[in-house]
């Protein structure tokens, strides 16, 4: 049977959570196949590159470091967009054809993902002659969401069950080599300039029609709650089998377990966590947020029945809080040796 092969990009700072991911994903391999681990880098530290290593050390895995910060440099830097707090490491997967120039295919995986699932099932996703497989984006694609901005329609995308999610992509390199798609990739991005998900909405526009949409289940979004009233029926279904058993999920915007109240699966993501050295550490950071948070919205409460006589709304959110905070106290608590006296 043929490698897996999967790419992760990540600077120095992120490698915490890249190492999450991985621990998920070695945790979820099988024997008999041989995983070909692409790290797409920029300015990881030699002594975290050993720890990557060492995180990946089974036998069927094979973990190798590629410069995307070289690749990515060679460009003029007015030839990205950004917005808000992205970096121009965003931009790594368009590069992927050329970063990993020798391989004919590749699965891409954003760090900020939870893999509960063996990946060779997503790898071996028969593209044909699409150039990528990827998830329906689930808050564009069906919830509807005022906050958002309707991204699909503004991009030329007919239909918004059309926009895909670029943080779980099986990637036709080879496909996208031959028709020169890099170059396609940038026109876009002089012709589109500040887009609100710079290289998701790229990938969109030039990939449109030849994509391979996969099940939700490899790409459930963790840090949204989401309304059943607000899908569109032909996805009702797919959606609550795809939350009923994630096989990734995919912690988009701010909605990590390690920075998050409610996030989903925050067990299983602290399961895989203080298997690295950092989830110790990521443990800790939530508990002090989650002190803060409490001390915060108590203040509110007692400052709004001193000022107007009433606890208001405030306190139905005590009372959400308290609620909140006392379940995920009782599920830590199932987790081994945590540092927690809440
Ligand atoms: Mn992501």
Same mark, same amino acid.
């Given at each position: 049977m043929s490698d897996v092969l999967v790419a992760f990009a990540s600077d120095n700072n992120y490698v915490p959570v890249l190492s999450v991911a991985l621990a998920s994903l070695v945790a979820h391999t099988n024997p008999d196949r041989h995983y070909k681990i692409y790290i797409l880098e920029n300015a990881i530290s030699a002594g975290n590159k050993n720890y990557l290593s060492e995180l990946a050390s089974a036998n069927n895995i094979e973990l190798l470091f590629a410069d995307a910060h070289r690749t990515l440099a060679s460009y003029a830097q007015s030839a990205f967009y950004l917005r808000g707090k /992205? %970096?121009? %490491?965003? /931009?790594t997967r368009l590069f992927l054809p050329n970063i990993i120039s020798n391989e004919r295919k590749v699965l891409y995986l954003d760090c900020d993902t939870l893999i509960l699932r063996d990946v060779a099932e997503l790898y071996d996703t028969e593209l044909g002659d699409n150039y990528v497989g990827a998830t329906r984006d689930l808050t564009i694609a069906c919830a509807a969401n005022p906050w958002l901005p309707p991204s699909y329609q503004t991009l030329g995308i007919t239909s918004r069950h059309d926009y895909f999610n670029s943080g779980v992509l099986v990637l036709n390199l080879e496909l996208m080599r031959k028709d020169n798609i890099i170059d396609r990739f940038l026109e876009t991005v002089q012709k589109l300039?500040?887009?609100?998900y710079p290289d998701q909405d790229v990938l969109n526009v030039v990939c449109a029609g030849r994509v391979k949409f996969i099940a939700n289940n490899w790409g459930v979004f963790g840090g949204l709650l989401f309304n059943r009233a607000a899908f569109a029926p032909q996805f009702v279904d797919s959606v609550a089998s795809a939350i009923h058993e994630p096989y990734i999920i995919h912690y988009v915007g701010q909605g990590f377990p390690h920075t998050e109240r409610v996030s989903m699966c925050s067990e299983e993501y602290f399961h895989y966590a203080l298997k690295t050295r950092y989830g110790r550490d990521m443990l800790n950071k939530l508990q002090r947020k989650l002190n803060m948070w409490k001390r915060r919205l108590l203040r509110y409460a007692i400052a709004s029945k001193l000022t107007f006589g009433r606890f208001s709304r405030i306190e139905t959110k005590l009372a959400q809080a308290t609620e909140c905070y006392a379940r995920l106290n009782k599920r830590w608590k199932k987790l081994d040796g945590l540092p927690f006296s809440l």
């Open positions: /992205y %970096s121009v %490491s965003i /931009y300039k500040n887009t609100f």
